[in-house]
């Protein structure tokens, strides 16, 4: 049921791909940990609980360098880091 509120508010917006992808994940405002989605809705979630949920994002950057040790080379190198 949550999923399907949550699809419905990013409809035609960013993010709308990764979040029919689950590329994205759910945390109580000041916790650390992801809300485990496998659990019933009612375990999950309180009311007047604020949710924020993060989405995976994948940045290729080119470089000069050796992406491991960071020394120089005449040739650009790709590497692909997440955030």
Do not use: H, W
């Not at 917006?13 to 940990?33: F, H, I, S, V, W």
């Amino acid at each position: 049921m949550f999923e399907s509120v949550l699809a419905a508010r990013f409809l035609n917006l960013q993010g709308q791909k990764k979040l029919q992808r689950r590329e994205n994940a759910l945390q109580r405002k000041d916790a650390t940990a992801d809300l485990e989605r496998s659990q019933p809705f009612e375990s999950c979630f309180v009311p007047g609980e604020d949710i924020n949920t993060y989405f995976s994002f994948e940045a290729i950057i080119l470089t000069n360098g050796c992406p491991k040790c960071g020394k120089e080379t005449d040739a650009a190198v790709e590497s692909t880091t997440q955030r």
